[in-house]
């Protein structure tokens, strides 16, 4: 997901990648094409929906800096010959008279320059980064739902993805993510069970002791403690960033060293206030500052704010 970086005073900038606009449903979804056209070649990278930009209260947000290229350079002629994560493209630019295989990759914004507060750097997120092209049914049904990625969890994160979000339901006695609606989900709406997804990211926090990740939650879970248990379950509580240190009064965040000095390397936002005090994750509209979607949250010298947003924003 792209999103503007903000502070408590200043406007709202988006920065995008390279890619084509589309309106699909009252949104838009900005992509990378996997072409060369008049001899500019386009690495092709998630496919990310534009959804309202966001951004945490007191400066933390996400947002794709730059790209870089990776190319693996393997023959390919359609996309499956490449496997996963990677692409199939054709760039007679490069002087290629074949396609090949190739992968997007954004650049760590912590290689540029570290040792900052934690809110003054810029990440990237994926939305809805369960929702997989050609993901398998479990449910044995034909799925019917909108995908939003490309690439599987763990890829997204090798890539340089840093945050995700995941809409969790209950479902079938356990927590699963959903692509669907009225709060519900459905054997043609589900995906998977979140542990499988927590367990990809577990093993990339473990492996990876200097990076650090953010899940935000759309949460219909009603099991008590389900989404604290969840956690556990996956190996992620001993990163877990604690909600009574979010700065709250515009404060910067701890520096991205201390965080990886005390291990607090995973935060975790839930969209249901009450889970705040009964499971100690963070209730994403007391720190969360989103703007409007579409074109009324694009009105020159301004940024207005998605109500839900935290007021101090």
């Keep these: 997901m792209l999103a503007c970086f903000t502070d408590n005073l200043s406007l709202?900038?988006?920065?995008?990648a390279i890619g084509y606009?589309?309106?699909?449903?009252?949104?838009?979804?900005?992509?990378?094409?996997?072409?060369?056209?008049?001899g500019n070649c386009q690495v092709p990278f998630f496919f990310l929906p534009s959804f309202p930009f966001l951004s945490l209260c007191d400066t933390f947000s996400f947002e794709l800096n730059s790209l870089e290229i990776v190319s693996v350079l393997d023959l390919c002629s359609q996309a499956t010959d490449c496997g996963s994560g990677l692409y199939c493209g054709n760039c007679p630019a490069l002087g290629k008279s074949q396609p090949f295989c190739t992968r997007g990759q954004a650049i760590i914004p912590t290689s540029v320059i570290g040792g900052l507060p934690f809110n003054k750097y810029s990440w990237l997120m994926t939305h809805n980064s369960f929702s997989i092209v050609d993901a398998p049914s479990l449910q044995g049904v034909q799925r019917l739902t909108f995908y939003n990625q490309e690439d599987i969890v763990t890829n997204q994160l090798m890539n340089g993805v840093r945050g995700l979000?995941?809409?969790?339901?209950?479902?079938?006695?356990?927590i699963w993510l959903c692509h669907s609606f009225q709060g519900q989900c459905?054997?043609?709406t589900a995906f998977q069970p979140a542990i499988n997804?927590?367990?990809?990211?577990?093993?990339?926090?473990?492996q990876n002791p200097s990076e650090i990740v953010t899940i935000i939650i759309e949460d219909y879970v009603h099991t008590p403690k389900g989404l604290s248990n969840l956690f556990t379950s996956a190996g992620l509580d001993k990163y877990w960033f604690p909600v009574s240190k979010i700065p709250k009064k515009g404060e910067d965040w701890p520096t991205v060293n201390e965080m990886v000095q005390v291990n607090?390397?995973?935060?975790?936002?839930?969209s249901v206030a009450s889970k705040e005090a009964e499971e100690g994750i963070a209730y994403q509209w007391k720190y969360i500052l989103e703007n409007e979607a579409g074109d009324p949250g694009v009105k020159?010298?301004?940024c207005p704010n998605r109500k839900e947003s935290c007021p101090n924003g």
Excluded: Q
């Design 264 to 270: 607090h390397r995973l935060l975790v936002f839930t």
């Design 12 to 16: 709202c900038r988006a920065t995008a």
């Design 300 to 302: 020159p010298g301004s």
């Design 186 to 188: 459905f054997n043609f």
């Design 21 to 38: 606009l589309f309106l699909l449903l009252f949104s838009f979804f900005i992509t990378i094409s996997a072409a060369c056209f008049n």
């Design 165 to 174: 979000m995941l809409d969790m339901y209950d479902f079938n006695d356990d």
């Design 197 to 206: 997804t927590l367990r990809e990211v577990e093993p990339f926090v473990t």
